[in-house]
Nanobody
Framework: VQLQASGGGLVQAGGSLRLSCTASGLSFRNYHGGWFRQAPGKEREFVAVVNRMSGRTYLADSVKGRFTISRDNDKNTVSLQMNNVKPEDTGVYYC??????????????????WGQGTQVTVSS
């Protein structure tokens, strides 16, 4: 199983960025596709996830109204559209796959497969 994250980079505050996660060896029809991030000196935190069965999406309160997560079943990708980014969005973004129950979607320990991470830096 391999998750390949891409799309990170440097962006000014207020700008947009789109991250993509392409999976091989697993299907996002069978695995929840999630995004987490980790800022320097901080713990990894939940950002967003798309439910494997319903396709319903869940977002952290800190990104609601600015980020959206989507899934393309044909391409087996999960994408994170980041709009109106803020300096506090800076960090390494990781995509991950899980088959956990709904109550566990926001807990990184419930994710079995992880991508390598992509750096997002938001300048003020």
């Amino acid at each position: 199983v391999q998750l390949q994250a891409s799309g990170g980079g440097l962006v000014q505050a207020g700008g947009s960025l789109r991250l993509s996660c392409t999976a091989s060896g697993l299907s996002f029809r069978n695995y929840h596709g999630g995004w987490f991030r980790q800022a320097p000196g901080k713990e990894r935190e939940f950002v967003a996830v798309v439910n494997r069965m319903s396709g319903r999406t869940y977002l952290a309160d800190s990104v609601k109204g600015r980020f959206t997560i989507s899934r393309d079943n044909d391409k087996n990708t999960v994408s994170l559209q980041m709009n109106n980014v803020k300096p506090e969005d800076t960090g390494v973004y990781y995509c991950a796959g899980s088959q956990t129950v709904l109550s566990g979607l926001r807990d990184s320990s419930n994710y079995r497969y992880w991508g390598q991470g992509t750096q997002v830096t938001v300048s003020s």
